[in-house]
């Protein structure tokens, strides 16, 4: 069994980063003195499962964590700055911040360093969340330990849930555009006088009108998704808030 840390300090760690094409010393004062920070720490940057669900929601509920008092998510694995910095680039996570304990030394003194070798991974960390104020540990979610890269509670909801017990999270929204296009400029208005959050997939960048048929029947724009239900286009969207 994993201990938890709560209630002791993180331990004290430089980490080697790459900024600007430089190097950067950060400090565990740096990240964690005088703030309220989230912490997520994976086995590896590029794996499916961190890279499919646990990092990106966490990036998606950035603004809702920062309402509630969180100054700071950072994201840990044991993966240099090189890699790390890489795989933000490629989530487009710019709400994370990123810290490559390359030398496992964070990890390590968090007592959650794990054998992976079957893997090909060499020592790499358990998957597990924390809320950490100035520098203190306050609450841990580790996952369970059992066979396999078990993702039950480390999760972004889980922690929200911690954080603002109170707060119910909003569906999540998709909704595909193409520039120039009026009706999506109308769809984008009525989410936002809503207050509502969505993510926004452009025809011709992100996807072509194949995607949009495939996943809606249709190839006029906007085609709006909300909790994985089709919602249509501007009108419906309109409709369905009506």
Not at 53 to 81: M, Q, W
Not at 119 to 142: A, H, N, P, T
Not at 197 to 217: I, Y
Request: proline share 5%; hydrophobic share 40%; aromatic share 10%.
């Amino acid at each position: 069994m994993f201990a938890s840390k709560e209630g002791q300090a993180v331990p004290q760690v430089t980490f080697a980063t790459r900024q600007n094409d430089e190097w950067v010393n950060v400090t565990t004062d740096d990240l964690f003195k005088n703030k309220t920070v989230v912490v997520f720490s994976l086995p590896g940057a590029f794996t499916p499962t961190c890279s499919s669900a646990h990092l990106p929601r966490y990036n998606e509920l950035y603004s809702v964590f920062k309402a509630h008092g969180i100054d700071e998510i950072l994201c840990v694995s044991v993966n240099d700055t090189f890699v790390m910095n890489a795989w933000k680039d490629n989530q487009e996570a710019e709400n994370i911040t990123f810290v490559p304990d390359g030398n496992a030394e964070f990890t390590d003194g968090m007592g959650m360093l794990v054998d992976k070798k079957d893997l090909g991974f060499g020592k790499r960390s358990w998957r597990y969340s924390m809320l950490v104020k100035d520098g203190v540990v306050e609450k841990m979610f580790i996952e369970p330990d059992e066979p396999g890269d078990p993702f039950k509670v480390s999760d972004a909801d889980t922690m929200l849930k911690y954080v603002a017990p109170d707060y119910k999270t909003q569906e999540s929204i998709t909704m595909f555009t193409k520039p120039g296009c009026p009706f999506c400029a109308k769809a984008k208005h009525l989410l936002a006088d809503k207050g509502l959050q969505f993510e926004e997939v452009v025809l011709g960048k992100d996807a072509t009108t194949v995607s949009l048929r495939a996943v809606s029947g249709r190839v006029t724009t906007p085609q709006v998704f909300i909790g994985g239900k089709h919602i249509g286009g501007s009108d419906d969207l309109e409709a369905y808030f009506a």
